[in-house]
């Protein structure tokens, strides 16, 4: 609330000469209070000298500094009150009054105030009407009731108009203002709840600056951007996206134009270190297209690729987009059973798998099981196998060129296939175009904020869509080198050292790699050479965020995205992120959430997060499922509805809650797993945690939480009451897990997800 104390001067000089008594009593230098007050010392020098007049906001935030009332300042005596107080009609404490406004404390007596309550008017002004509102902050918040009139209020970015019984409650500490419109004064009643003052690193992360480029970069052929000032991303378009190949449009023409630029460091399990560049990912794709093809594959011909983390799979996924042959990216992990399911559904025609892992053998079993007709071309790779052809002995025969042809695959034909997770019963199959890279262009310059001469970093084996997020298409249409170590299980001992020794820029991971990482001495480490860090794959614990950026001084920036879907939904360049929060839509996509009866949530109610598509279809949309009445399911009246939840704050950051059928509902409340899963985070002892609903016959549902604990703490049935009882305190105690259970692991999907139905 924007309030100037201009008084007589005898009364100015008499305010400023208390305040500078009680900051000398306090021991507070005047660097000091000009910091609390949130001045510059030369301000808060002319303040204190009765130099200028004094700010309301000025003299509430001295009060609070010194734990005296605003009485004690204004008045020179304290208040005396502790049963009741009277003020009567056009009475009470004149606080403010000059250039239009007015404000009297209706309580300047009464000792302990919870609140201070104020009579404000605002005059009418025109010449304020089209001026920007002047901003103030304070700490606490504020409750303002509209009496008579109309008042414009901001809040940070976003504007009210309030009429005569209207109210408004916000957070004081977020820049405000208001003035008087409609051509009335307004008179309002404002009730002010001190409260801490916040640093602002404390609520909001550092606002995200875009890399420097300095020269044209291959991207800008096929993307139009707008950005503001800061470098958000405003809108988005495509040009050519029709004909859009990335493999010929993007690595063959980087390959000619830069044929020695670093594509890509690889290590591999034994730490053995191959650069390639494009040039070489150019050849090795051409070779592999020219492969396939002399195996019979062909346009359309659905090829499985399991390759873990091996170089092979750079040049098969990009031969294969030249070819036209769609690429199945899945991981070793898959057993008998999943082979067989996969190869059914999908009608694989080809299989290229590593033999360093038992995915063949498993493999092998499945294909018995197939019938003649839907045998499958068996290839592997880093070694030999009876019966199967021998990718690296056998491509190094053929040529490393191949031509573009007038019919190559583009634009809306399928590209990819992968298999979702399959929290509950068996995956779906999700097809994306050749315009799915293009869709990745934001992941990569917005998101991960990569950089032409620096080396990004995503940990993601190549069976995940995860890894066509952060290891391929948006960082090498920015033309940022990629970086990937080939490791057998994730070990932040043997990850850490590697940034400094490879001097790695940007870094994303899964949320879980995050835990793991906090858990460890994060100071023996030298990671100054990253300039930023990312996550998706499941929500970020605010704890997680907090020990990783105390750590390294590093925010850890959300974005949310499906296999379905590029990102959606990001802490992008030019915000300002919101600790917790999964950040902004992006602007390539048009996102609601809407409530049970399929209408728009309101402001912090919560949604199911939907896309609308009845004005085109986006790029790094998927095509549909192969199934097409699970398709139908979640594709209704051009919406695609996600199945995650979420809600919306006021300045329109959102903030996940869970998947909707994750939601648990115990005697009429409505849980969000994660909420509780992110305090019980925040025990120092906590690795991992899971919550989940169990039956319950008089609540219908009961909070259970299935937590790992960290190496050298023991369960007890004393450490489950420890942890039921912080959970009551720091959140609403109906959440608390009434059921608490310690395990060695948490059951997860193949990508890593935790698996609540299985808790």
């Known amino acids: 609330m924007l309030a100037l104390s201009t008084r007589a001067p005898r009364e100015l000089m008499e305010v400023a000469a208390r305040i500078h008594e009680l900051r000398e009593i306090s021991g507070y230098t005047p660097e000091e209070m000009a910091r609390r007050t949130n001045l510059s010392l030369a301000d808060y020098l002319s303040y204190e000298s009765a130099q200028a007049d004094l700010p309301f906001t000025f003299i509430h935030k001295c009060a609070l500094t010194f734990n005296v009332g605003i009485t004690d300042l204004m008045e020179g005596r304290s208040a005396s009150l502790s049963s009741y107080t009277v003020t009567r009609r056009g009475q009470g404490q004149t606080t403010a009054k000059e250039k239009g406004i007015e404000i009297k404390n209706m309580a300047p007596f009464f000792r302990g105030k919870l609140a201070e309550p104020y009579w404000v008017t605002y005059e009418y002004d025109p010449a304020q009407q089209e001026k920007p509102i002047h901003?103030?902050?304070?700490?606490?918040?504020?409750?303002?009731?509209?009496?008579?009139?109309?008042?414009k209020v901001q809040v940070g970015r976003n504007t009210e108009i309030l009429s005569e019984g209207d109210s408004i409650y916000y957070d004081s500490a977020t820049p405000h203002g208001m003035i008087a419109v409609d051509g009335a004064d307004c008179t309002f009643l404002a009730m002010i709840l001190p409260g801490e003052e916040l640093a602002e690193a404390d609520k909001l992360g550092e606002t995200i600056l875009p890399p420097k480029t300095g020269r044209k970069l291959i991207y800008e052929d096929f993307v139009t951007t707008e950005e503001d000032e800061l470098g958000a991303l405003q809108r988005i378009a495509f040009k050519n996206e029709d004909s859009f190949n990335f493999a010929f449009d993007i690595v063959d023409r980087l390959g000619r134009e830069q044929p020695d630029k670093l594509a890509m460091l690889h290590l591999d399990h034994n730490k053995v270190e191959r650069s390639f560049t494009f040039r070489d990912m150019k050849l090795q794709s051409a070779r592999a297209a020219n492969y396939f093809k002399s195996l019979g594959i062909k346009k359309g011909d659905k090829v499985m690729l399991v390759l873990r983390r091996h170089c092979q799979f750079w040049f098969a996924i990009l031969g294969l987009h030249k070819l036209g042959a769609v690429a199945v990216p899945a991981t070793d992990q898959l057993l008998e059973k999943d082979f067989l399911y996969r190869f059914q559904a999908a009608g694989i025609r080809a299989l290229v798998c590593a033999v360093d892992s038992t995915a063949a053998a498993e493999a092998e079993k499945a294909m018995a099981q197939l019938p003649d007709e839907?045998?499958?071309?068996?290839?592997?790779?880093?070694?030999?196998?009876?019966?199967?052809?021998?990718?690296?002995a056998e491509s190094a025969l053929f040529t490393r060129s191949f031509r573009r042809e007038e019919d190559a695959p583009c634009g809306k034909d399928p590209m990819v296939m992968f298999f979702t997770s399959g929290t509950t019963g068996y995956p779906k199959i999700v097809t994306h175009s050749y315009k799915y890279a293009l869709g990745h262009f934001i992941t990569a310059k917005y998101w991960h904020c990569v950089e032409p001469d620096g080396l990004h970093f995503t940990i993601s084996d190549t069976g995940w869509g995860k890894a066509l997020w952060g290891k391929l298409y948006g960082q090498w249409m920015c033309e940022a080198p990629i970086f990937t170590y080939d490791f057998d299980r994730f070990d932040a001992h043997d990850i850490l050292p590697m940034f400094a020794k490879y001097n790695i820029t940007t870094f994303c991971a899964p949320p879980t790699m995050y835990r793991y990482m906090i858990k460890e001495d994060l100071g023996k480490y030298d990671l100054s050479s990253i300039h930023h860090a990312t996550t998706a794959g499941e929500a970020l614990n605010p704890e997680v965020f907090h020990q990783f950026k105390k750590a390294t001084g590093l925010s850890v920036m959300e974005g949310f995205g499906q296999t379905e879907t590029t990102l959606v939904i990001g802490n992008l360049v030019g915000m300002k992120p919101k600790i917790g929060s999964m950040g902004k839509p992006s602007p390539l996509f048009q996102v609601d959430l809407i409530n049970a009866e399929g209408r728009p949530a309101a402001v912090g109610q919560p949604g199911e997060i939907v896309i609308r598509t009845k004005e085109g279809m986006p790029c790094g949309l998927f095509c549909g499922y192969q199934d097409p009445e699970a398709t139908k399911e979640a594709w209704k009246d051009d919406v695609y509805h996600t199945g995650d939840m979420a809600w919306r704050d006021e300045d329109g950051y959102f903030w996940y809650v869970g998947r909707s059928d994750d939601v648990i509902k115990s005697s009429g409340y409505r849980i969000g797993p994660f909420e509780v899963e992110s305090?019980?985070?925040?025990?120092?002892?906590?690795?991992?945690?899971?919550?989940?609903?169990?039956?319950?016959?008089i609540r219908g549902q009961v909070v259970k939480a299935s937590i790992v604990l960290t190496k050298g703490t023991e369960p007890s049935e004393t450490l489950k009451k420890e942890i039921q009882a912080f959970v009551k305190q720091r959140t609403a105690p109906y959440k608390y897990p009434r059921i608490v259970v310690f395990r060695d692991e948490l059951p997860k999907t193949i990508s890593g997800k935790i698996r609540r139905n299985a808790l």
């Open 374 to 392: 839907e045998a499958i071309i068996r290839i592997t790779c880093n070694g030999k196998r009876e019966g199967w052809h021998d990718y690296d």
């Open 135 to 151: 901003f103030a902050t304070h700490s606490g918040q504020e409750f303002d009731l509209i009496l008579s009139g109309k008042l």
């Open 679 to 697: 305090v019980i985070m925040e025990l120092p002892y906590v690795l991992e945690c899971g919550v989940s609903p169990v039956p319950d016959e």
